[in-house]
Nanobody, 115 residues
Framework: QVQLVESGGGLVQPGGSLRLSCAAS????????MGWYRQAPGKERELVAT???????EYADSVKGRFTISRDNAKNTVYLQMASLKPEDTAVYYC?????????WGQGTQVTVSS
């Protein structure tokens, strides 16, 4: 089994920055993909960014140039550095880990962008 614990959410003003972290524990295989999804009220959950073990990244068009995903393989931890935040970035952000056909989810962390 795999456990994911997110941290770093909170309230930030428009134009501000925030860094999310997610630590994975349990049965972690060396090859996997970690990432972040988000879900705003009344909307479907959407992909934000993913990163493979080898550092290959993908981003949603809405966050390209503003968000940066990274990971520390030794710590099984993934990060999401968010900059130039907008009110439309307000959502619950979920960490994910995909390995060998299974996807695991964290409990989510709230990010609110508001003045």
């Amino acid at each position: 089994q795999v456990q994911l614990v997110e941290s770093g959410g909170g309230l930030v003003q428009p134009g501000g920055s925030l860094r999310l972290s997610c630590a994975a524990s349990g049965s972690i295989f060396s090859i996997n993909t970690m990432g972040w999804y988000r879900q705003a009220p009344g909307k479907e959950r959407e992909l934000v960014a993913t990163i493979t073990t080898y550092g290959f990244t993908e981003y949603a068009d809405s966050v390209k140039g503003r968000f940066t995903i990274s990971r520390d393989n030794a710590k099984n931890t993934v990060y999401l550095q968010m900059a130039s935040l907008k009110p439309e970035d307000t959502a619950v952000y979920y960490c994910t880990l995909y390995q060998r056909g299974s996807t695991y989810w964290g409990q989510g962390t709230q990010v609110t962008v508001s003045s």
